[in-house]
């Protein structure tokens, strides 16, 4: 796919497309390239520059498929493909620990990484409150762990963006998060 005359959002699109094409969300089993277009689109909105967006768009294809990091690289470059490892959970840890080291990797991270962070968790809420909507309780047995923990590293994230960054995606996480805690 070497071709220098497409753009790093061409690049970073054509990546995500091929390495989700067989995944659904958890939630909602609506396909799964939905997610790093919606949150590529949060950012978009907030005029970061194009490696942001390209990050945004492959934010999961390191964690959630077998495309090789040298070939984000070689396509991404080393800007695209620090901000994706930053925000890339270590699924050889226990899930405590994966959280708990994604967290602090967020935290060293530049404020690039932070922004792809909030806006996937932004957009994780906003899929969360849709299908909560439509399918109550139930939806929260399609989660690894339960919403005590999920809530536990939520609020653990936005400790984490209020104390290193400002923006006004934190405040819409904030929010969000208050009404996920509102569901049963």
């Known amino acids: 796919m070497k071709n220098d005359k497409i753009n790093i959002i061409e690049k970073a699109v054509r990546i995500s497309v091929v390495a989700h094409k067989t995944q659904t969300r958890k939630g909602d089993g609506l396909p799964y390239i939905m997610h790093p277009f919606m949150v590529a689109l949060k950012l978009a909105k907030y005029n970061f520059p194009d490696i942001v967006i390209a ?56 404020d690039f990484a932070k922004a792809v962070a909030v806006a996937d968790k932004i957009h994780n809420l906003e899929s969360i409150l849709i299908a909560y909507a439509e399918q109550g309780p139930k939806l929260w047995k399609k989660f690894n762990q339960g919403k005590e923990q999920k809530f536990w590293f939520e609020n653990g994230v936005l400790k984490m963006l209020k104390e290193t960054w400002q923006h006004p995606l934190i405040e819409e996480y904030e929010k969000l998060l208050a009404k996920e805690r509102e569901l049963k």
């Open 55 to 110: 990050a945004a768009l492959t934010h999961d294809v390191l964690e959630d498929t077998d495309f090789p990091i040298e070939k984000l690289r070689e396509e991404l470059g080393d800007e695209v493909l620090e901000i994706v490892i930053a925000v890339t959970n270590d699924d050889t840890l226990p899930w405590e620990e994966k959280k708990k080291k994604y967290i602090e990797t967020v935290r060293n991270g530049s």
